[in-house]
T-cell receptor, first 113, second 118 residues
């Protein structure tokens, strides 16, 4: 089954404690991205990757890092989480950038206290 | 400035009637538009798309209309069913050759919560 898998689904952490949210896709997609969803703000892109070792900032990249060492994986790293990063996070993948449908993971609900 | 706007945060419709969700965009370089549906505790799922060379695309009960001159698109659901109750996101992207940088990516609206009442 074609899918994008994120882990964990839910996470509560404390300010400043580094964390990683994993994302993996099994569709051999080149393009992957991370979004956050906040009430009244919709889906905003954090980072994206057009291929292995090619990443770039989206609209709200501050406080986040990503890496793309393998085609299937695109982890999101919060080096020093802060309460304003409490949000619902989605990983997505697609065949290419733009002009095509994106497949989304189930989401990760992150709370930073 | 928001490039993709869904001005109605919510919409309530009776089962069997038509649901019309609206979306406006400001960037004239956008040439591909998509609608996604999102249930609580799930990721968004692709619903239907339309290229700027068309003004209508239909898939079963779902039809998307594009009015380029007005920079407006709409999603029609006929007939509406209770299972259609979800948040609907409009998204747009620009052709990479025409518009580089992060704008080649999908830009989402804030979403419209549709409630279909039995």
């Amino acid at each position: 089954e074609a899918q994008v898998t994120q882990n964990p689904r839910y996470l509560i952490t404390v300010t400043g404690k580094k964390l990683t949210v994993t994302c993996s896709q099994n569709m051999n997609h080149e393009y992957m991205s991370w979004y956050r969803q906040d009430p009244g703000l919709g889906l905003r892109q954090i980072y994206y990757s057009m291929n292995v070792e090619v990443t770039d900032k989206g609209d709200v990249p501050e406080g986040y890092k990503v890496s793309r060492k393998e085609k299937r994986n695109f982890p999101l790293i919060l080096e020093s989480p802060s309460p304003n990063q409490t949000s619902l996070y989605f990983c997505a993948s697609s065949l290419r950038r733009g002009r095509t449908e994106a497949f989304f993971g189930q989401g990760t609900r992150l709370t930073v206290v | 400035d928001q490039q993709v706007k869904q001005n109605s945060p919510s919409l309530s419709v009776q089962e069997g009637r038509i649901s019309i969700l609206n979306c406006d965009y400001t960037n004239s370089m956008f040439d591909y538009f998509l609608w996604y549906k999102k249930y609580p505790a799930e990721g968004p799922t692709f619903l239907i798309s339309i290229s700027s060379i068309k003004d209508k695309n239909e898939d079963g009960r779902f039809t998307v209309f594009l009015n380029k001159s007005a920079k407006h698109l709409s999603l029609h659901i006929v007939p509406s069913q209770p299972g259609d109750s979800a948040v609907y996101f409009c998204a747009a992207s620009a052709g990479i050759l025409n518009y580089g940088g992060s704008q080649g990516n999908l830009i989402f609206g804030k979403g419209t919560k549709l409630s279909v009442k039995p």
